[in-house]
């Protein structure tokens, strides 16, 4: 018997779906990102790509991946009728699972939905083990409806396709591989790590504004797990109060780097930012 088709009263809070992964251990993914949007005031909610039991920096870990449950609960939610206002995609496991929310993500994007997207796929000038061709290729198709992308140095790369073997880039060259991601459809570009003549920033296209923006940083010499996913809440939540795509990013950029100098004698870095100290903090200066 097919379930009725429910009738939903407009909520005045967004209502945002995060499609990444659940670590059981560690503030990374969706432990990192529900606790910052939720305290922001948006409506969360949640499609796990991966159940993993601990961050992966311990060596050790299970994954269990949930493509099966994806497919079939969009199927579900598709017969509800369920709706959201923006979408924000993260760590996506495997190739079909990318086909899939590439499809999702063009479909809700026909429907005014917001999609914002941070490319997982490597670092360091590498592709993480899984990632193939075609993985890529679906990851254009989600960009090509994303409003905005948060790629690191690597994946804008290997999306574009352009300068993958270079370390360093020159101003132009920056720009030239922001167009190359911009033809691809997506609207506004931030590249979370690149270097631009020498100096490490984050360099992007506000199209809002028109313009090319680079905000050079100084490298923390200490790694947190989850980081990114931070890095990615605070400018989601930051864009969906109405913020500047340039003031959204250095406000992310700023807070992340506070996060980790306050947590740079911690015992376990493994575990993550312990996020939900900071909630009232990090909030106030958005």
């Keep these: 018997m097919k379930a009725k088709k429910i009738v939903h009263m407009k909520e005045d809070s967004p209502k945002i779906l995060l499609i990444e992964d659940l670590a059981g251990y560690g503030k990374i993914s969706l432990s990192a990102m529900i606790p910052i949007m939720s305290h922001m005031g948006y409506n969360l909610y949640n499609l796990p790509t991966a159940l993993v039991s601990n961050t992966l920096d311990y060596g050790l870990f299970h994954m269990l991946e949930t493509t099966g449950y994806m497919r079939e609960t969009l199927k579900v939610w598709k017969e509800l009728g ?156 930051s864009l969906l109060k109405g913020n500047s795509l340039q003031r959204a990013t250095r406000y992310a950029m700023d807070t992340v780097r506070e996060l980790i100098l306050q947590n740079t004698e911690n015992a376990d870095k493994y575990k993550g930012i312990p996020i939900e100290k900071y909630l009232n903090e990090i909030t106030k200066n958005m």
């Design 82 to 237: 369920f709706s959201f206002d923006a979408i924000c995609t993260g760590m996506i496991v495997s190739e079909e699972q990318v086909r899939l929310v590439a499809e999702y993500c063009q479909e809700q994007r026909k429907n005014g939905v917001s999609i914002y997207v941070d490319p997982v796929m490597g670092d360091d000038g590498t592709l993480y083990n899984g990632i193939s061709e075609n993985t890529i290729k679906y990851m254009r198709n989600i960009c090509s409806v994303a409003d905005v992308i948060m790629p690191n140095y690597t994946e804008a790369a290997f999306l574009a396709d352009k300068y993958i073997d270079k370390d360093d880039v020159t101003r132009a060259q920056a720009e030239e591989l922001v167009d190359s991601l911009r033809k691809m459809g997506s609207k506004s570009i931030v590249i979370t790590s690149i270097s631009v003549e020498g100096q490490t920033c984050v360099y992007g296209y506000d199209d809002g504004e028109g313009t090319y923006f680079s905000i050079p940083f100084d490298y923390v010499p200490v790694h947190f797990p989850g980081t990114g996913d931070i890095f990615s809440a605070l400018l989601v939540g």
